[in-house]
């Protein structure tokens, strides 16, 4: 028994129980992050650098179970759950324990009181009642390890909800108790087949009905693993999951339905840790567009996030985004029991010319590799297959062997190139016995080979035993249904393979004490208020970024000798601390190259800023950069991440074609680079219409500088603009030209 010390469930319990009517989604209760551990390694801004990886072990396999509202009462909801846990509870070896203050006994099982009245410490408290927090107060105290709080009303409601939430988290945190939910359901609970073999999915889901294509793989050989359906997330999240998971020896990967990220940092961390120990994560993440994020927001009461930053940051830490529940079933399959690649190369193979060409325009568009074939591989192609068919790849076979041995010998002969990973076959529809030998013959060599088969079974009816039984009977074929997944998962699996070969934490290289630049830069910081451009490039000056010679002055001799002294032609512009888009206003003067025309522009600036209202500190007299790449990096704060950079074209064309990439610090030069490649115009960094090569290397500097001014000066620096970044040609270095800062 535990001891009367803890309190107990008496009046108020009973009063829960019976005015919610044994419901447990009828009620009401945002999220925060728990507290770091003083243990783990922080970043210069304080955050932590490596994921808390909770120990879940008692949530999933717990050894004791409370049930707090259990019932009996047919007709009741909380019968149907209570039924359910108690199945559940039998298959995983733990004794449960209903709780209800009225009841001497639940379906034969002895009844308590309350939580006090336990005969034993519980891993797991399952909470059907409407009002989770004075129960998680009192399972606090007991020393629970976990609870399940099923009421909805919370977060996704409203303020209101994002208040109780809000209270029902401060009530765990530092508690020792794990929270899920609330707004959560049964799916922890469900019945996973235990007589399939091989690596598992782990699945997460905010919607636990988006799970259920998942959890019916399992009906075509798939196994899985775990369930995780998080909710609100008021405590445990989808990254607490994914860390955890990637731990386990039995999940080859994670599947996740994302609706909102409780926190960004911690999903990277989690990514970053999964990343590390080689186990994909592949996810829906909806709020795409803004019809989306709105209906995710009042589903679960979460941050959806800027969709671009989401998207880059995923694809940053490995995570690989799919759109659909289909593909995410099809991509996580194939990741979760598929070896390593031996080749990034790909075949396709096929018993139709139109079918492969099909394919292979499909693939090749999506960005996988086809390699042609040796002319020697060809040769031997051709022992079988007539020479006026084409093998180069795709290979055209005019129709697999079914009477003897040659079907076989030309799958193994594809295999055997070392240029090939992978073998596709899309087979577009059911023609016996030539479908059936071709499919035995597939899956006969995938059982002697390392190498990854894919088949595409094209038949609308899917009950062919060529299907049915032959290829989902095989644990090394996958099996597709359409060319979109299986190009989608081919994509994924290969892009896994490199991106976890070569993978380097990037937490690992992040600043962990601030550099003498930071102390130069917090001078500089004047908080809630946009820096002249004066200033703003005086704190690029203090991160080492280049800016163009110039003086600020206050009176038009000054800026005539000034003009002397920067050298002409110069360009003359407002600088003050409210000025945002000066050339909109005329205060940007061009190619001015005399005395006269300086004092003349020196005129015109103050009279136009008098005029608009604008208060100034100083007109800027500037050297005249010209010749080069115009382009912009900057930072903004995301509400989900912090700091992210954006690396794009510059001038005007940022404005007009949205040419540009993001990423959330830290990140290395490797990621630096790769922001230049995904560009549209990157070209023009290349040298196009006779232009030289503008100097890359000093670009990507530029956009670790601004890196580094973003991880150490954190939520002080609420936005930096840079345009135009001026890229000069292969070696001659990069100019800021403009600078726009905004202090938090």
């Known amino acids: 028994m535990l001891g009367s010390t803890h309190g107990t469930l008496t009046t108020d319990f009973r009063a829960r129980v019976e005015a919610c009517g044994e419901s447990p989604r009828t009620a009401v209760h945002s999220s925060a992050a728990p507290s770091a551990d003083d243990a783990v390694p922080l970043d210069v801004s304080g955050r932590p650098l490596h994921a808390d990886v909770p120990d879940l072990d008692r949530f999933f396999r717990p050894e004791s179970v409370a049930v707090i509202g ?46 006090a009245d336990l005969p034993e410490q519980v891993d797991l408290a399952v909470l059907l009642v409407a009002d989770p927090l004075p129960v998680i107060e009192e399972l606090a105290e ?12 919370f977060a996704e409601t409203g303020d209101a909800g994002a208040a109780a939430q809000e209270r029902l988290g401060a009530a765990v945190r530092g508690s020792g108790l794990r929270l899920l939910g609330p707004n959560t359901n049964l799916n922890a609970f469900e019945k996973f087949r235990e007589d399939l073999d091989g690596p598992a999915i782990a699945l997460i889901t905010q919607s636990g009905h988006q799970g259920r294509p998942v959890y019916t793989l399992q009906e075509l050989g798939i196994r899985l693993s775990h369930w ?6 008021a405590d445990l999240e989808t990254s607490d999951f994914i860390s955890y998971f990637a731990e386990q020896p039995e999940v080859g990967a994670i599947a996740c339905y994302v609706e909102g990220l409780k926190d960004g940092r911690s999903f990277l961390l989690a990514a970053d840790h999964a990343a590390r120990n080689g186990v994909p994560v592949v996810a829906v993440k909806v709020g795409r567009t803004e019809t ?30 799919v759109d659909g529940l289909d593909e995410l079933q099809d991509t996580a399959a194939l990741l979760a029991r598929a070896r390593r690649p031996t080749a990034d190369g790909v075949v396709v193979y096929s018993i139709s010319g139109g079918t492969g060409a099909h394919f292979s325009d499909l693939a090749t568009e999506a960005g996988l590799t086809l390699p042609t074939l040796s002319q020697a591989k060809q040769d031997e192609l051709h022992q079988w297959i007539p020479d006026y068919l084409n093998v180069a790849n795709p290979v055209d076979n005019g129709g697999h062997p079914v009477g003897d041995w040659r079907g076989r010998k030309i799958i193994d002969a594809i295999l055997a190139d070392p240029e090939v990973g992978v073998l596709i076959c899309p087979i577009t529809g059911p023609f016996p016995p030539m479908s059936d030998k071709l499919a035995q013959d597939l899956v006969d060599a995938a059982e002697q080979s390392d190498k990854l088969i894919c088949v595409i079974w094209g038949s609308p009816v899917g009950t062919e035993d060529a299907y049915r039984t032959t290829l989902l009977g095989s644990s090394r074929v996958a099996t ?17 393979h490199r991106f976890t070969a070569g993978y380097r934490s990037p937490f690992e290289d992040a600043p962990r004490t601030p550099s003498p630049s930071y102390r130069k830069a917090q001078a500089l910081m004047r908080p809630s208020q946009q820096l002249s451009e004066h200033a703003a490039k005086q704190l690029l000056r203090a991160y080492g970024i280049r800016v163009p010679r110039e003086q600020l002055v206050t009176s038009a001799a000054a800026a005539v000798r000034a003009a002397g002294l920067v050298g002409y032609p110069v360009v003359m512009k407002a600088s003050g601390p409210q000025l945002g888009h000066k050339t909109e206003l005329g205060l940007v003067k061009i190619g001015l190259t005399s005395a006269s025309q300086i004092r003349d522009a020196y005129r015109e600036l103050t009279d136009i800023a008098r005029y608009e209202n604008v208060p100034l500190d100083g007109i800027l ?65 290349e040298g196009v219409r006779g232009a030289p090569p503008a100097d890359v290397d000093a670009l990507v500097e530029v956009v670790l500088r601004i890196q580094r001014m973003a991880l150490e000066l954190g939520d002080e620096l609420s936005e930096l603009d840079i345009n135009p970044l001026m890229v000069l040609p292969r070696g001659q270095g990069a100019v800021a030209l403009d600078a726009l800062a905004i202090c938090r």
Not at 228 to 233: H, K, L, V
């Open 70 to 115: 259990a019932s009996d009462t047919e007709g009741r909801p909380n019968t149907g759950i209570t039924r359910q846990l108690i199945a559940w509870a039998e298959r995983v070896g733990a004794r449960i324990h209903p709780v209800h203050p009225t009841r001497p006994t639940v379906f034969g099982l002895t009844c308590h009181a309350s939580v």
């Open 142 to 153: 007991t020393k629970v390890k976990f609870a399940v709080a099923f009421a909805s009303g």
């Open 228 to 233: 995780a359906p998080t909710g609100n997330e």
């Open 292 to 321: 989306g994020a709105r209906m995710a927001a009042s589903h679960t009461g979460k941050l959806t996030g800027a969709d671009t930053v989401v998207d880059a940051a995923m694809r940053q830490f490995g995570v690989i985004r």
């Open 480 to 496: 597709f249904r359409t060319f979109g997944n299986c190009i989608t998962a081919v994509r994924a699996y290969l892009g896994h």
């Open 621 to 685: 007299v500037c050297q005249m950069v010209e010749r080069g790449v115009e382009m912009v990096v900057g930072v903004t704060q995301d509400d989900l991440f912090g700091p992210t950079v954006t690396v794009g074209l510059g001038g005007v064309l940022v404005e007009v074609l949205h040419d540009a990439a993001v990423r959330v610090p830290p990140f290395g030069e490797d990621q630096a680079r790769a922001m230049l490649r995904e560009l549209r115009g990157h070209a023009l960094l």
